[in-house]
């Protein structure tokens, strides 16, 4: 009787291991027509104006499956979704949107202004990350195709700001879980199936004013492990892999069937002093610390693909980069600097950074520190406690990679420097003027040049360090055709297509 | 228990081979210690010294520095010296969380289990309520919020670690207790501080010595997780578990930042267990938890 | 016997209680809080504390742990501000894989750990019995995150026969059922091999051959059963553990179970589904701990459970 139990055990053990045998398809999880995206972020939610709605996941679902007033293309302009035409009032304090017409949801209910004006009320009310780009804004439906925001102050950048606005049907409540189920949407895609924070599969949605895309299925799969997203590319499993380090490309780009680009983007890596600490209160001694480090070699060496030496605090495809002088590598200088200013070697500078990502990058920073006497206590942080620590400035130098959206600095310069702010000690009167000033006029060039200005004093008061311009790597199947690289990370899948292959 | 003990005396009469062989892990655990411990003399380690220009070089390259016998890591550093100073600080973890765990487990257990009643069943209650969460998931919640430090990774282990000896020792001193010499003692009058000290302890002595080896292993396996899950230490400090999770995702390119300190890490675990099973057989024991 | 599984679910009950409360402890003590967190850096205080106070979290703490022990006895942990969802359905979405993972994984583990344990146990000290205690000394000394690793790259990257991660079909279980299945084999190979040898030695057995029964006859209808009792307990304990602790397995096969789910609701502070999650492992483990005890007696009808502590 117990030998039989024993047998059957393992007779179901073979039967188990033969069953997994007979699934077809082997490495190529898609068929032929559709695409599988190895996902190094979780879509959480579907919901682009709730508390994950401006989390990276969840936009990129939205630019699927919703559709925005205006959004960045792949260079960098503005390009109209839903708006075909949109223009300030002689100041800058009122933006008038001129919708597409014949635009319909996936129900096949037309979009109209009544709902773009619903959706911004629910994305204010929801008081998500990005509506803090808004506030005190308002937006009315001044006719069936004409939408007018009121912002409070001169805002030239709210085109831009908008990037990260999607519009969903009016009536939707705000935590109608149901409904972003199986949201209706007006974009390229609808959702075919949605496991949270692992799959979302998309389908053509035929109503797409754009014509329905060609693919027949996006299926996004988060796949937290670099080495499992790119194996899974490597095996076919997955069409797309973005993000990738500079070290594991050389392999990428030996393969035959992946085709590698990368494309600059709006993402910098930023390092702020803490000017309101003592020690660096003196901008002579922050200036010093970025000339004791060997920016360009670590670069060179640690991202010879996908890092450029930054020449300004904004990356170079963003309105309102200007260059600025180089900050030259000379460690004798610095020490002199920093011994002529009176630092106090024996007191450790706090480096805190918040992604293992990160990590390499940061320790090469330390160590050239080291090498001119400079103690720095290397603090890796949860996201969390990161945070939390960031706003309560309890740091001395912070490490972030900052992205920007909007491809405007207004979001980053304007937003991140100015007095109020608080967010790095740094408090200049004078850059407060030129920032409020750039983010309200309406000229562009003008912008532009004020923004220059500004980079000058920050980059000339060393505010922080600005090492480097990110570029992103993305690595795609050859089947995949019609696919471009985004600069913003979020690619679009709409004029995609699969050959037969 | 006595029958494991005679199947081994016999086999250990009849093939003298045998005996060399019981004591290898003797010899590789000496020689850990003694790399761990004079290593650090001999070879110059600087974790937080950067090499760019030596990066991810194989076994055996020439670096600025001299010849890389293990090669070197993403960031120039010597895989070697990485291995040597490791070795110190998973020992240093891992004896440190054992003792703590030790001391903890043993103290709760001898006086849960000597004294019985409604301490016995709080504390029995209390470990329950311990071990039903998954240790890993503990450790990981108090290793990943707080400020990494070596303390944290021994706080963290020991939060868990502790519950083995607990059991152990709680067993002995319940069978114990009964016994005619610690009833004479009792009826005696002795203070039972000192029955504790001189009649339950002593016996613990020798299951809690096989239990903390194995969870020696344990321990160590542990930090390498934690590490691995880039959590718990320092970037100043420097552990297999850390450069085994620096090499993560050059298993292709540079296999040797992974792999080396992999197998030392698994010699030092292998070389453990069979020690701890020669003392689990010795000593009988609790080898059933 | 109904007494004694009632005094056991009572008993099961407390522990519930004292894992919730632990847990409702333990987030609230790590620094770093969930609107912050939600909200992001851009947001002004006023924001933090309208979400602070609309997830509850202003109050005292102990109206918050009074909250929330009565709405666990309902079995309602509340929605999660972070997904948008109730806390508990998150956690049940992930309940199958882990579910899935742990009896592939314990399924391997007991097949394979019964049969070497067996062969190993009947001829103790022959080289069969040496190699697998070898064998699983080492099993169980491998880092499992190396291991998984190592399997992702000759299974799938070089010989490209299985997936490398995620789930779907049961060929992406392979891999980390396996992994996971490692030195769960190791433990159950040792324990039946030492139970099988003690038990080999019992007078019965003797009697058995003498009586002209084979060797493999002795084995399996007389000895197994017997030897089985203390490898049931420790399956069935390790089983529970399986639940939640397969973390780093997860994390190396991106395999959508419970643990990476709480590993990502402590790392956002999301205190429900943390909440959610232990309470559900917490009842897991207690169901297994105690069919486990049960399965004991049944096995061996002079083992009384309450003698069994």
Request: glycine content about 10%.
């Amino acid at each position: 009787m117990r030998k039989s139990l024993l047998y059957g055990l393992a007779v179901a053990a073979v039967v188990l291991a033969g069953c997994s045998d007979a699934t077809t398809g082997g490495g190529s999880g898609s068929g032929s027509g559709s695409i599988t995206v190895a996902g190094t972020y979780p879509i959480e939610s579907l919901d682009p104006h709730g508390a994950q709605g401006g989390g990276t996941g969840t936009q990129l679902a939205a630019r699927e499956i919703y559709s925005r007033l205006v959004g960045p293309g792949t260079d960098g302009k503005l390009k109209g979704d839903l708006a075909t035409e949109w223009k300030p009032n002689a100041d800058a304090t009122e933006w008038t949107f001129t919708l597409r017409s014949g635009v319909r949801f996936s129900d096949g209910k037309p979009v109209t202004a009544n709902d773009v004006a619903a959706s911004f009320k629910r994305f204010m009310d929801l008081k998500g990350t990005n509506t803090a780009n808004f506030t005190g804004y308002t937006m009315t439906a001044t006719s069936d195709t004409q939408v007018v925001m009121k912002a409070t102050k001169s805002d030239a950048a709210v085109p831009g700001k908008l990037a990260t606005f999607y519009v969903i049907p009016a009536g939707v409540g705000p935590d109608d879980t149901a409904f972003f189920q199986k949201p209706v949407g007006s974009g390229p895609f609808t959702v075919d199936s949605f496991t949270p924070s692992q799959t979302l599969a998309l389908v053509p949605n035929a109503q797409y004013y754009g014509g329905a895309p060609k693919v027949s299925k996006v299926t996004i799969k988060k796949m937290p492990e670099l080495a499992a997203r790119l194996t899974a590319l490597r095996t076919g499993e997955a069409d797309v892999v973005w993000g990738i380090p500079d070290d594991q490309l050389g392999e990428l780009q030996g393969d035959s069937k992946l085709t590698v680009e990368t494309v600059p983007s709006t993402a910098v890596f930023t390092m702020w002093f803490n000017s309101s600490i003592p020690a660096l209160k003196d901008a002579k001694v922050r200036r010093a610390l970025w000339q004791a480090v060997d920016f360009d070699t670590i670069v060179k060496q640690l991202y010879p693909q996908t890092g450029s030496l930054s020449d300004a605090p904004v990356s170079p495809i963003t309105l309102g980069y200007v260059k600025q002088q180089p900050v030259g590598y000379d460690p004798d200088a610095a020490k002199a600097a920093l011994t002529a200013a009176g630092f106090d070697f024996s007191k450790k500078l706090r480096l805190q950074f918040a992604n293992a990502e990160f990590r390499q990058f940061n320790q090469a920073v330390v160590s050239d520190l080291q090498k001119i006497g400079v103690q720095v206590d290397l603090l890796e942080k949860e996201q969390a406690v990161f945070t939390k620590d960031l706003l309560a400035l309890n740091w001395d130098i912070n490490f972030q990679q900052l992205s920007n959206p909007t491809f405007d600095a207004a979001n980053t310069l304007g937003r991140l420097y100015p007095c109020a702010a608080k967010r790095n000690g740094y408090c200049n009167p004078e850059l407060d003027q030129l920032l409020s000033k750039a983010g309200s006029s309406p000229d562009e060039a003008e912008r532009t040049k004020l923004y220059g200005e500004a980079s000058q004093i920050i980059w000339q008061d060393a505010v922080g360090m600005f090492p480097m311009a990110v570029k992103y790597a993305y690595a795609w199947n050859n089947r995949l055709q019609g696919f471009s690289p985004d600069p913003n990370g979020l690619p679009d899948f709409a004029t995609a297509q699969v050959n037969g292959s | 228990m006595t029958a494991a003990l005679e199947l081994q005396t016999v086999t250990v009469a009849r093939t003298h081979p045998r005996r060399w062989l019981g004591r290898v892990p003797y010899f590789v655990l000496g020689l850990y210690a003694l790399v761990g411990g004079l290593g650090p003399l001999f070879v110059d380690y600087d974790p937080v010294h950067t090499s760019l220009q030596d990066r991810l070089r194989s076994p055996g390259s020439e670096v600025s520095t001299g010849t890389a016998w293990l090669g070197t890591d993403a960031l120039g550093r010597d895989v070697l010296a990485q291995i040597v100073y490791g070795a110190r600080t998973s020992v240093v973890i891992g004896v440190c969380t054992v003792l703590v765990a030790c001391v903890v487990g043993v103290a709760v257990g001898t006086v849960a289990g000597y004294f019985r009643g409604w301490l016995d069943t709080i504390l029995a209650r209390g470990i329950d309520i311990l071990l039903a969460f998954p240790a890993i998931l503990l450790t990981i919640v108090i290793a990943g919020a707080f400020e990494r430090s070596v303390l944290l990774v021994v706080t963290a282990l020991s939060a868990t670690a502790w519950i083995s000896f607990a059991r152990v020792t709680r067993g002995i001193a319940l069978s114990l207790r009964e016994r005619a010499w610690v009833d004479a003692a009792r009826v005696l009058g002795v203070p039972r501080r000192a029955i504790l000290g001189r009649h339950i302890l002593p016996f613990t002595i020798g299951p809690v010595v096989a239990l903390a080896t194995l969870e020696f292993a344990l321990v160590v396996l542990a930090e390498a997780g934690l590490s691995f899950l880039g959590i718990g230490l320092p970037n100043s400090a420097v552990s297999w578990g850390q450069t085994i999770a620096n090499g993560k995702q050059y298993l292709e390119s540079a296999w040797w930042i992974s792999a080396l300190p992999g197998i030392a890490l698994s010699v030092l675990i292998v070389n453990i267990g069979i020690l701890g099973d020669q003392l689990t057989a010795r000593y009988g024991r609790g080898h059933l938890n | 016997m109904i007494r004694v599984v009632v005094k056991r679910l009572l008993i099961g009950v407390l522990v519930m209680w004292g894992a919730a409360s632990l847990i409702f402890l333990i987030v609230r003590v790590v620094p770093g809080d969930p609107a912050t967190i939600l909200l992001g850096p851009d947001a002004d205080q006023q924001q933090i504390d309208e979400l602070t106070a609309r997830l509850g979290l202003d109050d005292p703490k102990i109206v918050q742990y009074g909250r929330y022990l009565a709405d666990a006895a309902r079995f309602d942990f509340g929605d999660s501000y972070r997904l948008g969802r109730p806390a508990m359905d998150a956690v049940l979405e992930r309940l199958p894989a882990s579910v899935e993972l742990m009896l592939t994984a314990t399924l391997i583990a007991v097949v394979l750990g019964i049969s070497l344990g067996l062969l190993a146990g009947a001829r103790p000290g022959r080289l069969l019995d040496r190699v697998v205690s070898g064998g699983t000394i080492a099993l169980q000394s491998f880092p499992t995150f190396w291991v998984g690793i190592m399997l992702i790259l000759v299974f799938a990257l070089t010989l490209g026969v299985l997936p490398s991660a995620g789930s779907g079909t049961p060929r992406h279980l392979v891999l980390p059922a396996v992994t996971l299945a490692l030195p769960f084999t190791a433990i159950v190979a040792r324990l039946t091999r030492t139970s099988v040898a003690e038990t080999m030695r019992e007078p019965y057995i003797q009697t058995a051959r003498s009586k002209g029964l084979t060797e493999p006859q002795v084995l399996t209808g007389h000895a197994l059963r017997n030897s089985l009792i203390p490898v049931v307990t420790i399956v069935g304990l390790h089983m529970g553990g399986l639940i939640g602790g397969a973390v780093i397995v997860e994390n190396v096969f991106a395999w959508p179970g419970l643990g990476s789910l709480i590993v990502d609701a402590v790392a956002s502070r999301d205190y429900e589904v943390v909440q959610a999650a232990t309470f559900l492992i917490a009842g897991v483990v207690m169901v297994f701990n105690l069919l486990a005890d049960l399965l004991y007696t049944q096995l061996d009808p002079r083992i009384k459970l309450d003698g069994v502590s």
